[in-house]
Structures are given as structure tokens and as C-alpha cells.
């Protein structure tokens, strides 16, 4: 129970620090402004729980193809190394909303796209309240929780929480890696589609990328003074 308790409050920790300001963050705060909430939430947080659970998968495999003392050696790297990029982030940020920028402006330019010229707004429109009445089932594959789902899996491949996560697991208890990943992510993202861009225009990026990078410092720390099992 101990170490599905270390696994649970390291994830969650590693979560909430690596995904509040993150690009998927800030995607899911814009586009629950011109979609509808739930499908937004919906769309993001299915993506993240399917992430999360394949990362932590992957992880907990890689002991069994890999001795778990090379793999815990690994994961202190790992630790060691997002830190390091955390803090240089943080001290060599840009502006506060700089990433949030970068993705409205992405965002921008493919509604802009969908949406040529005022002339097909009535038809938009339309369509629009046709989507509202439809059955839930249609609903859950329309379009825009598609989108969502599409833009916040493939923005969280490869990404650093992505990668943090797969050592986690290779180190912890993956069951507790998981638990803490998805209520994270859920906080997260939640907090995103209901705050919306004013909340994510308030979050300092610089401050989160430091205590994300005192946090992956801390944990390489203490995974270097622990044995592996």
C-alpha cells in the first residue's frame, strides 16, 4: 500500500507541475471556447488517460526487458535531465504567455481555415444547433471531441510529462502512477475548460517550469539514494 501511496503522490505531483502551462493546457483552455465544454473535456481527458495508461505501461515493461537495476539507473537520468531542461526553461523564458500565444495563434489559423467567410455562418450555425440535439451517442464521435482528443494525444507524445511518466512507472508502483496521472491530468484539464484563457493567461509559465524542475531535481535526488529493488 506504501508504495502505491509514493507512486499516486509523485505522479500526481509530476502532473499537475508538468501539464499547467503546457501546450495541451493552454489547447484545451481555447478550444472550450468555441466548443462545447463537454466535448472538449471529454476529447482531452481521454486522450490523457489513454497516454497515461500506455506510458505507464511501457514502463512497467521495461524492467522485465531490461534489468531493473539499468532501468533504475535510467530513471534517475531521467529525473536528473528533465530537471536541468525545466530550470533552464524557466530561467531562459521568454514571456509569461508566450506558449499561449504560440498555441492560440496554431489554433487561429485552423479555425480560420474551417471557417473561410462570414457568407457560410448561417450554414455554421445551423449545423451547430443540429449538434446540440443529437443523440449523446452521436455525439460522442462528433468532430470537435475528436479534435480535442487528436490535438492533446499527439501534443503529449513524446512529451516530457509523456517520458516522466514512463520512468515513474519503471521505478513505482504502476498502479499508483496511473491513479495519480489520471486524477492530475483530470484537475488539469478541467481547470482549463472551465477557467478557460482567462485562467491560462494568469498562469506564470516561469514559476511552474521552475518548481517542475525543483521537483524532477528532487525526485532524481531521492531515486539516486534508493536502491534499486
Do not use: Y
Amino acid at each position: 500500500m506504501t508504495s502505491v501511496l509514493q507512486g499516486f503522490s509523485k505522479s500526481l505531483a509530476m502532473t499537475v507541475l508538468s501539464e499547467i502551462g503546457d501546450k495541451t493546457f493552454f489547447a484545451a483552455a481555447i478550444l472550450a471556447m468555441r466548443h462545447p465544454r463537454r466535448l472538449v473535456l471529454s476529447g482531452c481527458l481521454a486522450a490523457l488517460v489513454v497516454m497515461t495508461i500506455f506510458s505507464a505501461f511501457v514502463g512497467w515493461a521495461a524492467p522485465n526487458l531490461i534489468s531493473r537495476k539499468w532501468t533504475h539507473h535510467v530513471t534517475t537520468l531521467l529525473f536528473f535531465g528533465f530537471g536541468v531542461w525545466s530550470l533552464w526553461d524557466g530561467f531562459h523564458e521568454g514571456g509569461e504567455s508566450e506558449e499561449l500565444a504560440e498555441v492560440e495563434a496554431k489554433l487561429d489559423a485552423d479555425w480560420t481555415k474551417a471557417n473561410p467567410g462570414p457568407a457560410k455562418q448561417n450554414g455554421k450555425v445551423a449545423d451547430d444547433v443540429k449538434k446540440e440535439t443529437r443523440p449523446f451517442l452521436s455525439q460522442f464521435f462528433s468532430p470537435i471531441l475528436l479534435k480535442a482528443f487528436s490535438i492533446t494525444f499527439f501534443g503529449e507524445w513524446g512529451d516530457k510529462s509523456q517520458l516522466a511518466t514512463i520512468g515513474l512507472a519503471a521505478d513505482e508502483n504502476p498502479f499508483g502512477v496511473v491513479l495519480g496521472g489520471i486524477v492530475g491530468q483530470a484537475l488539469c484539464t478541467t481547470a482549463a475548460v472551465v477557467g478557460g484563457k482567462s485562467l491560462a493567461a494568469q498562469i506564470s509559465e516561469r514559476m511552474v517550469a521552475l518548481s517542475g524542475g525543483v521537483l524532477f531535481i528532487v525526485f532524481g535526488i531521492q531515486s539516486f539514494l534508493s536502491a534499486a529493488e
